[in-house]
């Protein structure tokens, strides 16, 4: 029977030669990605049911990158990354990417695939929910839950029902004003934020092969907004190059079947696709950026898993340059790596860094989740009160990022850039 | 198993943030003072205006049965999400549908009974009214008249709630030792 390759991910990883949607399986898991704030829990967990002695299913196959609360004077934030630690220690887990030394690496999502833990066909689970982000490299991934991680870490196998796939074709020439952004959020609007519920969520198509590994991540990372499984992207010589250029560690593609059954097909033309936004409450809430010209904003927020990435900072910067900024405007990159490149990296001779500061953006924070889901208290960029905020992150719930009174609208960038620069949200081609 | 308890009813896709805003997943689910302490900022991210879900004298809720609309919990991986429900005293969620991860961390956890129904409730409830859940049989009764909703079969994972939880289960079936 021909499968899609969400299906022949999860069939190897079963050991089986042939799964369908509905199946209910155990398959063996590659990656186990935790966090500060799901970590210590997972732990708690896994020593409660397999014991205080008890050994994680590999050393290599678990990964613990703090990011969420980091820079905090949170006390029981601080109590957290202890926990984490001591439990590396304890069980000499060479994969750490600890906070306030050299390995510390900032966002989890980029974390992962930038040190070389993503590889096309492996399955990765993770404890959070944009763990669909890492299907942009071909692989299969998920979030889950404390007990579940508990689970994969003592024994490297998960209970997975076979989803059902939901494939989107995204064909034709994107337009220089559109980013995977725009893509994404034109999508959730239209299947709805259950859309893809249990569903996994494959991208193909031309504009798809068009896109950088960033902007396929931002695709992916996004997929969860849709209620998805997970989101995947199949692997081309732009994701070997990349996850070769990261690890020496050997891996075995694995593509869907020509075909291969689907539950429902969706075909785009993105030529014809327009900036926009997601309105508050809801992710779904789709308008075109020119339809939402009159919404006066406080604040920009350029960061995030889905947000922050090296060519999201690209595009702004490429807003940015030269012009001046009109409302508030934060800038965060998502690890090490972009705020590395982002001092290197130049537009007309200028680097990102020079050019951020030269427009007005405030002082740029050290790595970190940030203010994209609210946090502690003194959580960097974090609202307080009826701030109008316009966001490359991925929710924009009642309270995502701290206040219930600050609505937040997701937006591209170029979008957010070009609306710092006028102080109401604007499309980039009015600039 | 029968659950007799008052009812809190929501609409459609009510997020983790609104079920344990991101402020309080510092606090970690499995020491015991803190699991108490997220049952009491349970449903604190609701809008300001909603009825208060948890009783600020007691940190516990008064309802123990949540009812809502379409895609419950969607949003966050948190397992915190369940376990504030749980911890506040809720028994059992009975949603038209459900986001995924919080489906799976209340069938995993064993915090809370995750029901579907076949058509919404939510216009068929209002907070405070009296209800009880017969989990054996899959139904839900209004007390005020009698009237009685069938829920959904749990399907492929009534097993993992029988068993109490994913670590039960797999305990069951020799996916691990007891």
Request: net charge negative.
């Amino acid at each position: 029977m021909k499968m899609t390759i969400t299906e022949k991910i999860l069939a190897r990883a079963a050991g089986l030669d042939c799964v369908k949607p509905g199946d209910n399986i155990w398959v063996n898991v590659d990656v186990l990605l935790t966090h500060d704030v799901c970590g210590p829990g997972t732990i708690g967990i896994f020593h409660r049911e397999f014991g205080k002695d008890a050994k994680v299913f590999s050393k290599e196959g678990v990964v613990i990158i703090p990011d969420h609360y980091i820079f905090t004077a949170d006390e029981k934030a601080h109590r957290n990354v202890d926990i984490l630690r001591e439990f590396v220690k304890a069980q000499g887990l060479p994969y750490f990417y600890e906070p306030g030394t050299p390995s510390y690496c900032g966002v989890c999502h980029l974390g992962l695939p930038q040190h070389g833990h993503v590889r096309p066909g492996e399955v990765i689970i993770g404890t959070d929910s944009h763990t669909c982000s890492h299907g942009a490299l071909g692989a299969f991934s998920t979030g889950v839950g404390n007990t579940d991680a508990g689970f994969v870490m003592g024994t490297g196998k998960m209970l997975v029902k076979v989803p059902e796939t939901i494939r989107f074709v995204l064909n034709g020439r994107k337009p220089d004003y559109i980013s995977a952004k725009d893509m994404i959020l034109r999508i959730i609007g239209d299947i709805g934020v259950d859309g893809a519920m249990y569903c996994a969520m494959e991208f193909t198509g031309d504009a798809v092969r068009d896109l950088s590994i960033d902007e396929r991540i931002t695709i992916c990372n996004m997929a969860v907004e849709a209620g998805a499984k997970n989101g995947i992207i199949p692997p081309d010589e732009k994701t070997f190059e990349y996850v070769r250029s990261r690890t020496d560690k050997a891996f075995v593609p694995v593509y869907g079947d020509d075909g291969a059954p689907v539950m429902k097909e969706y075909v785009y033309d993105v030529s014809e696709f327009v900036p926009c936004v997601a309105k508050p409450h809801i992710p779904s809430n789709y308008a075109a950026a020119r339809d939402c010209s009159d919404v006066v904003i406080d604040r920009a927020y350029i960061g995030s898993c889905t947000g922050g990435k090296l060519d999201d900072m690209i595009m702004a910067a490429s807003v940015l340059a030269g012009r001046k900024v009109k409302a508030e405007t934060l800038i965060v990159p998502a690890t090490m790596e972009i705020a590395d490149a982002m001092k290197t990296v130049k537009i007309g001779g200028k680097s990102l860094v020079d050019i951020f500061e030269a427009a007005g953006c405030a002082p740029i924070p050290p790595p970190s989740c940030a203010a994209c889901l609210g946090g502690p208290v003194d959580t960097f960029g974090r609202t307080h009160g009826s701030e109008v905020v316009i966001s490359t992150t991925n929710r924009n719930f009642i309270g995502r990022m701290g206040s219930k009174n600050a609505p937040i609208y997701l937006a591209s960038p170029l979008t957010a850039a070009a609306s710092a620069v006028t102080g109401r949200i604007t499309d980039p081609r009015d600039i | 198993m029968k659950i007799k308890a008052k009812v809190y009813v929501l609409g459609d896709n009510i997020d983790t943030d609104q079920i344990i805003p991101a402020q309080y997943l510092n606090l970690v689910p499995t020491i015991k003072s803190e699991y108490d302490k997220l049952g009491s900022y349970a449903m604190a991210g609701l809008p300001e205006t909603a009825i208060p879900f948890v009783d600020s004298a007691t940190g516990k809720s008064p309802y123990g049965i949540m009812i809502a609309g379409r895609n419950f919990g969607c949003g966050s991986s948190r397992e915190h999400a369940p376990v504030a429900l749980g911890a506040a005293g809720c028994k059992a969620v009975i949603a038209e549908s459900y986001a995924r991860i919080f489906f799976r961390n209340s069938v995993a956890t064993g915090e809370v009974y995750p029901f579907e129904t076949p058509v919404s409730l939510v216009s068929e409830f209002k907070t405070g009214d009296e209800a009880e859940l017969d989990v054996g049989s899959g139904t839900l009764m209004r007390l005020s008249d009698g009237k009685v909703f069938p829920l959904k079969s749990l399907g492929a994972v009534a097993p993992v709630v029988e068993a109490g939880g994913m670590f039960g289960y797999a305990r069951k079936v020799g996916m691990i030792k007891s």
